[in-house]
């Protein structure tokens, strides 16, 4: 399995950021994915999870300024952020893993994940 993320930058306060992930060898319609992300010293932070029948769950410091969405099919999948902060300042990862549901989580365990992006919000 290879989750690979890109889009990350730098962006000021307030303003939007689209991450992109590709995922292979997951099987999309047994799996569910997500995003989670790290800053330095803090605890990994999990984002949201979409189930494999299209279900998302969001963690409630993202709740209405993230969204998640896949163009055609299940790949690749987008993370669109706006009105971004600098707490959101992080390492930001797409994960996956090998059950359809989210247990009605932001934050499953989740078995792979990518290389990581930084997105950094600073003016």
């Known amino acids: 399995v290879q989750l690979v993320e890109s889009g990350g930058g730098l962006v000021q306060p307030g303003g939007s950021l689209r991450l992109s992930c590709a995922a292979s060898g997951l099987a999309l319609d047994y799996a569910s994915i997500g995003w989670f992300r790290q800053a330095p010293g803090k605890e990994r932070e999990g984002i949201l999870c979409i189930s494999s029948d299209e279900i998302t769950f969001y963690a409630d410091s993202v709740k209405g300024r993230f969204t998640s969405f896949r163009d055609n099919g299940k790949n690749p999948m987008y993370l669109q952020m706006a009105s971004l902060k600098p707490e959101d300042t992080a390492v930001y990862y797409c994960?996956?893993?090998?059950?359809?549901?989210?247990?009605?989580?932001?934050?499953?365990?989740?078995?792979?994940w990518g290389q990581g992006t930084q997105v950094t919000v600073s003016s």
């Open positions: 994960a996956g893993r090998n059950q359809r549901d989210c247990l009605g989580s932001a934050s499953p365990p989740w078995d792979y």
